[in-house]
T-cell receptor, first 115, second 115 residues
Framework: AQSVTQPDIHITVSEGASLELRCNYSYGATPYLFWYVQSPGQGLQLLLKYFSGDTLVQGIKGFEAEFKRSQSSFNLRKPSVHWSDAAEYFCAVGGRYSSASKIIFGSGTRLSIRP | DADVTQTPRNRITKTGKRIMLECSQTKGHDRMYWYRQDPGLGLRLIYYSFDVKDINKGEISDGYSVSRQAQAKFSLSLESAIPNQTALYFC??????????????FGEGSRLTVL
């Protein structure tokens, strides 16, 4: 069965510190992988996506993620977080050529920033 | 103005009442979706529509109905609201011409409370 696991419900990091948000997936075929961010009171916005090619993908706002097929992981990283990064982050998985209706979302990780 | 607009943004209602959440988009996308977000559960798909004449049930369609009035408009109805339908509801769009991307574009959400 297809699934996405975000093992950390809530993470707090200090401003300026590095960040890694974990995402593990289960998918029967080559996955398409996404990270979305939801700022307070806002809808979700795409941060980055992986379809093929280079396993390290760059996104907006200085985020990057690395696809590791052997570990079924797609962890999100940022070298130095800013207070404005406080938000909820969702990992999602879909399949090649499949509709967005087939995208499965993880349960989310809420990121708090310590001044 | 937002590309995907949801109304109302907040609504409090009583058990048994009929509620309609509306979504309109200016992105010109053909595909529209309704999601529900609950804490710790991520986003779950309620209904989706690939065009005006195509409506499909998602993962959790029981207790909900939808209407695609035009390519740009997709409304979600709760015929008889119950307290466990208290949630944050998101409308989203995608473009079938960019099927490979799988990217969803979200509205800002409609928070519904059923007393």
């Amino acid at each position: 069965a297809q699934s996405v696991t975000q093992p950390d419900i809530h993470i707090t990091v200090s401003e300026g510190a590095s960040l890694e948000l974990r995402c593990n997936y289960s998918y029967g075929a080559t996955p398409y992988l996404f990270w979305y961010v939801q700022s307070p009171g806002q809808g979700l916005q795409l941060l980055l996506k992986y379809f093929s090619g280079d396993t390290l993908v760059q996104g907006i706002k200085g985020f990057e993620a690395e696809f590791k097929r052997s570990q079924s992981s797609f962890n999100l990283r940022k070298p130095s977080v800013h207070w404005s990064d406080a938000a909820e982050y969702f990992c999602a998985v879909g399949g090649r050529y499949s509709s967005a209706s087939k995208i499965i979302f993880g349960s989310g990780t809420r990121l708090s920033i310590r001044p | 103005d937002a590309d995907v607009t949801q109304t109302p943004r907040n609504r409090i209602t009583k058990t048994g009442k009929r509620i309609m959440l509306e979504c309109s988009q200016t992105k010109g996308h053909d595909r529209m979706y309704w999601y529900r977000q609950d804490p710790g559960l991520g986003l779950r798909l309620i209904y989706y529509s690939f065009d005006v004449k195509d409506i499909n049930k998602g993962e959790i369609s029981d207790g909900y109905s939808v209407s695609r009035q035009a390519q740009a408009k997709f409304s979600l109805s709760l015929e008889s609201a119950i307290p466990n339908q208290t949630a944050l509801y998101f409308c989203a769009t995608s473009d079938s011409l960019n099927l490979n991307t799988g990217e969803l574009f979200f509205g800002e959400g409609s928070r519904l409370t059923v007393l």
